[in-house]
């Protein structure tokens, strides 16, 4: 099982940034498949979801209208487009796929600073 995240780095608040996460050794279109971040000093915490089934979404209030998250079960891939980035989302984002089981990417680093 393999699951890769991409995408991250330094950004200007305000700006954006489209993490991806690919995903392999498992049956990635019966998976739900969310993004959880992780601040220093903080407890890891979901950001956003997208059920395996129907493709519906839920997200934390913090990053609601802001963050988008979409699946291609075609490519085994789950992105986050993150726009209007504020220095409180700097974090370590990390993917993640659960069925009953969990599996999880070794995360990419986001940082929203000046």
């Known amino acids: 099982v393999h699951v890769v995240e991409s995408g991250g780095g330094l950004v200007q608040p305000g700006g954006s940034l489209r993490l991806s996460c690919a995903a392999s050794g498992f049956t990635f279109r019966s998976y739900r498949m969310s993004w959880y971040r992780q601040a220093p000093g903080k407890e890891r915490e979901l950001v956003a979801a997208?059920?395996?089934?129907?493709?519906?979404?839920n997200y934390a209030d913090s990053v609601k209208g802001r963050f988008t998250i979409s699946r291609d079960n075609a490519k085994n891939t789950v992105s986050l487009q993150m726009n209007s980035l504020k220095p409180e989302d700097t974090a370590v984002y990390y993917c993640?796929?659960?069925?009953?089981?969990?599996?999880w990417g070794q995360g990419t680093q986001v940082t929203v600073s000046s």
């Open positions: 993640q796929a659960d069925w009953g089981r969990s599996y």
């Open positions: 997208i059920t395996a089934v129907g493709g519906n979404t």
